[in-house]
């Protein structure tokens, strides 16, 4: 799965143009529940949520079908990450987040079944995908991009 980040990178995003210049009227509706929102201490927030993780479903054109993924937690990200950066392969980090996305829709995926049975391109389509659907992934890119986040 060499150079996939490099794939995805080129890829046109549907919502670029849209998150791009963002409207006058997306701020004006975040300042009005800035304006309205609760002060809360982050354990109270936690306290308010159930165990279970937050699925999504992105369709994916290769398989003819939408698929199932969650965000990672911070625990999950910073274990990737360093393992990404121990090995100095930004391949590995795309993998093994593409892994652990997955798997909070799908606990019984292995890293060995993604690895030998699901073709590269289809593994390109996929984190492509999520990545276009994904406000952690669509975050996580943009402070890269500003420079703001060194991934690998």
Do not use: W
Request: with cysteine; hydrophobic share 40%.
């Amino acid at each position: 799965m060499s150079g996939i980040l490099e794939d995805i990178k080129n890829r046109p995003s549907k919502d670029k143009v849209i998150a791009e210049v963002g409207t006058k009227a997306e701020v004006e509706t975040r300042r009005k529940k800035e304006e309205v929102a609760q002060i809360k201490r982050l354990s109270q927030i936690l306290n308010e949520r159930k165990g279970a993780p937050v699925l999504k479903a992105v369709y994916i054109e290769s398989l003819d079908c939408k698929l199932q993924f969650g965000d990672p937690n911070v625990g999950e990200f910073f274990d990737i990450l360093k393992t990404a950066r121990t090995s100095d392969n930004m391949d590995v980090f795309m993998f093994d987040m593409l892994h652990a996305m997955l798997k909070k829709a799908d606990p019984e995926l292995t890293e060995d079944a993604l690895k030998k049975r699901i073709e590269a391109v289809e593994a390109i389509d996929i984190l492509a995908e999520i990545m276009d659907n994904s406000p952690f992934f669509k975050k996580a890119f943009n402070l890269r991009t500003a420079g703001k986040f060194n991934l690998v």
